[in-house]
């Protein structure tokens, strides 16, 4: 086709790569500032099959990097996976694209209709990505890894056989260690560069090349430095993935109120999976919640100073609040209780 023509004539990808990314299938967990950039590079080069993967919805601060949202989506406070396979399928009809507006955790792995080619870390907390790491290493499909924080960024392609996350960090960081997006501020420019690499890895092993990067590769786009880091060609003998096949993330408890990376919200996931009637909901709330809207995709309305969004299985977003057990409480208050 005339819209991949450019594609084609790229070294290592030509009519047989156009083909073998149009079979592919990649699930994006994450659909920040990262997970837009990439999904929408992966869209526009003719990858067959996206799976999106978000828990969050559109806020005003999104969009100084969030390519593919706009401010109605923030005013309406769509879900990002929503909104962002709503661009998508408007840029390329070709690709067959599945929004999941839910938590990424073991058990959504687990009830995925297959195993994607690929995956991408699209997250902002390490706790997801060591989850994408013990789930693709139990499965054997890769991953690439890649995050950014103020004016710096990294990322590294993890393939079966070779060194994983664990063999690099047995545990994950502190987020003291790292900083958050909150903390220090983000660049766009930032993402722009490590989704950049992200994506010409994740084209390389989708087409088959020999060329992918081995490596952790890093920059800092305010002062003009990239590198990509040397690593061991194989797995760290101390890795319990790699050297013990030990998940440990897959078989942790996952808990029930998770404070979101870097802001003062909080998710509550009660973890049923019978359906919540948001408009019954609606209805009792009517006299008690203010800015009460029901949308199509949740219920948004705030009450005790807090702003809840709620998603049809129960799964909630309370915004202006950080203590998870004070989430706790008004989640029961609220909804959790109510008859």
Known sequence: MDRYSRQHRIAGIGQHGQERLRSATVLVVGCGA????????????????LWLCDRDVVEWSNLQRQVLFTEADARAGIPKATAAATRLREANSDVRIVAHVAECSATFLAALPGRPDLVLDGTDNFPTRYLLNDWCHANRVPWIYAGATGTEGA?????????????????????????????????????????????????????GSPDVATGVFTCDVWRGH?????????????????????HPALVAPAPMAATLCGRDAVQIDPGTTAALDLTALAGQLAEVATDLQRTPH????????????????????????????????????????RP
């Open 298 to 337: 949740l219920l948004r309305f705030t009450a005790d100073g807090v702003r809840f969004s709620v998603f049809p299985g129960g799964r909630a977003l309370l915004f202006g609040v950080r203590d998870p057990l004070r989430a706790r409480a008004l989640y029961d208050r609220w909804i959790g209780r």
């Open 226 to 246: 990239y590198t990509r880091l040397p690593l061991l060609d194989r797995p760290s003998p101390d890795c319990v993935a790699c050297q013990h096949g030990q």
């Open 34 to 49: 990262l997970g837009t950039h990439s999904a929408d590079a992966l869209a526009r080069a003719g990858v067959g099959n």
């Open 155 to 207: 990322a590294m392609v993890v393939r079966p056989g070779g060194p994983c996350l664990r063999c690099l960090w047995p545990d994950a960081p502190a987020t003291a260690d790292v900083g958050t997006c909150e903390t220090v501020g983000i660049l766009a420019p930032a993402i722009a560069a490590v989704a950049a690499f992200q994506v010409a890895e994740a084209l390389k092993l989708l087409v």
